[in-house]
């Protein structure tokens, strides 16, 4: 059983940076593919990026491609989001989930088919 935690959520100005903390306990990430996901108010959730555990790959959903940059620190047993040149529209709850790792069993794709375990989130408000 795998808990998730995110943190590093906050208030933030337009154009600035935060990074989002996705720390793991009660096992290894190893095996694990790790995503992100944000839930805009009264939206939908949707995909922000995929992390690999297997190779270290990953997948930035297009929309995020130049602003997310996504990392793991093994020691730490944690996976990293770093968002920059942040908008008023990127306001939301930011969930990390872990999956199986496509990777692992020699897919090409990054993001598994189903998540197992999430986060509770951690909210990301931009404004100024």
């Known amino acids: 059983q795998v808990q998730l935690v995110e943190s590093g959520g906050g208030l933030v100005q337009p154009g600035g940076s935060l990074t989002l903390s996705c720390t793991a306990s009660g096992a290894t990430l190893d095996g694990y593919a790790i995503g992100w996901f944000r839930q805009a108010p009264g939206k939908e959730r949707e995909g922000v990026s995929c992390?690999?555990?297997?190779?270290?790959?990953?997948h930035i959903l297009y929309s995020w491609m130049d602003r997310v940059t996504t990392s793991r620190d093994n020691a730490k047993n944690t996976v990293y989001l770093q968002l920059k040149r942040l908008k008023v529209e990127d306001t939301g709850r930011y969930y990390c989930?872990?999956?199986?790792?496509?990777?692992?069993?020699?897919?090409?794709?990054?993001?598994?088919?189903?998540?197992?375990?999430w986060g509770q989130g951690t909210q990301v408000t931009v404004s100024s």
């Open positions: 989930a872990a999956g199986p790792d496509p990777r692992r069993g020699g897919s090409a794709s990054v993001c598994p088919r189903q998540y197992t375990y």
């Open positions: 992390l690999s555990t297997t190779d270290g790959s990953t």
